[in-house]
């Protein structure tokens, strides 16, 4: 079992930075994937980045690859997502999630979920 809390989001104006952060319980962090998922108003949830519990494979949606940066601390239980030169269509709620096995971009594949982190880009 693993449970999964997002912090970090918040306000800020197009170009700007946040780091989202998401802390894991569980003795087996190091065994998952991780993945951070978005949502915003209206629309579907879509796949933002993942990483392999070994940290050698990265995944970037098309839409954030360049700006965003997926890592993972093991020792710490914590994966990040670094934002810079966020844009206003960067607004929605982010999730983190994992899973066993490989990483994928795939949310149906997760088994666990964050409850989320409201990330707003004003322009």
């Known amino acids: 079992q693993v449970q999964l809390v997002e912090s970090g989001g918040g306000l800020v104006q197009a170009g700007g930075s946040l780091r989202l952060s998401c802390a894991a319980s569980?003795?087996?962090?190091?065994?998952?994937?991780m993945g951070w998922f978005r949502q915003a108003p209206g629309k579907e949830r879509e796949s933002v980045a993942a990483?392999?519990?070994?940290?050698?494979?990265?995944y970037y949606a098309d839409s954030v690859a360049g700006r965003f940066t997926i890592s993972r601390d093991n020792a710490k239980n914590t994966v990040y997502l670094q934002m810079n030169s966020l844009k206003p269509e960067d607004t929605a709620v982010y999730y983190c999630?994992?899973?066993?096995?490989?990483?994928?971009?795939?949310?149906?594949?997760?088994?666990?979920w964050g409850q989320g982190t409201q990330v707003t880009v004003s322009s």
């Open positions: 999630a994992a899973k066993r096995g490989r990483a994928t971009m795939n949310p149906s594949e997760y088994d666990y």
């Open positions: 990483r392999s519990w070994g940290g050698g494979i990265t």
């Open positions: 569980g003795r087996t962090f190091n065994s998952y994937a």
